[in-house]
């Protein structure tokens, strides 16, 4: 029985993953950079020679065998290089977000990560795994979108999130946005707004789409709860009968 947001980093199925840099030819700042993200967590990154892959390919190893690949610019571009500011302003589109292979196939593993100033890349995955929710729910137009604020006043004081709901709300989603703070302040905007002082309200993040009536198609949810201050537990996952459970939970207990 589900008690709580908690209760669901219980039911994580995670095997041991961990990242294989295959022949290095980048600068060992680059090198830096991919160790910054996961700095502190159960993802190891180690290197190796491989005559029969490219130059800087990062390889994603599960139970031994590569599961996922993904090119060190691709890295680079998607993740390692970029501000989160980028997303606040919206100078990023919704379209151009992705998320490489390699970082995807991380799904259900359970990340503590630290915001600025403590890191400034450890909580960036998160803000790119939740744009990436977003671009799949617009892309659907229809199904259930639900999201965590803590503080609502951050939809309007953040461009590019104002610009996200409004689209995927337009799309034809059903948008439900939960925070602490004045309901009224988005009235001029298309989603169901749910305001509280509870502890989900305060000190989760949660983004997570389910396809209408239960149906085929992506099944995606961040989830993660802010324990210690700008402290995170975190995990995404695109199992179907977990998001499902996660949305219903939601909708029904929060």
Do not use: C
């Amino acid at each position: 029985m589900v008690e709580s947001l908690r209760s669901f980093f219980d039911e994580l199925e995670s095997p041991e993953r961990h990242l294989v840099l295959l022949n290095r030819s980048s600068p060992d700042p680059v090198r830096k950079l991919l160790d910054s993200v996961f700095d502190g967590q159960s993802v190891s990154i180690s290197e190796t020679v491989d005559p029969e892959s490219g130059d800087d390919v990062v390889a994603l190893v599960e139970n031994g065998s590569v599961v996922a690949r993904s090119t060190l610019d691709e890295l680079l571009e998607s993740v390692l290089l970029i501000n989160s500011d980028l997303y606040k302003t919206g100078a990023i589109e919704l379209d151009e977000v992705s998320l490489p292979a390699v970082f995807e196939g991380l799904d259900e593993v359970a990340f503590r990560v630290r915001g600025y100033p403590a890191s400034n890349k450890e909580k960036l995955l998160l803000i790119i795994v939740s744009r990436v929710i977003e671009r799949i729910a617009a892309q659907h137009g229809d199904g259930t979108l639900r999201a965590s604020f803590q503080r609502l006043s951050r939809i309007d004081d953040e461009r590019g999130t104002r610009s996200v709901y409004e689209r995927v709300a337009r799309s034809g989603v059903d948008v439900h946005v939960y925070g602490v703070g004045d309901v009224e302040s988005l009235s001029t905007l298309p989603v169901t707004v749910h305001a509280g002082t509870s502890y989900p309200y305060r000190r989760s993040w949660f983004v997570v789409f389910t396809p209408p009536d239960g149906g085929d198609g992506d099944h995606v949810a961040l989830l993660a709860l802010e324990d210690e201050p700008n402290v995170w537990d975190a995990f995404w996952t695109f199992r179907p009968e977990l998001v499902t459970r996660i949305e219903r939970y939601i909708a029904e207990e929060v």
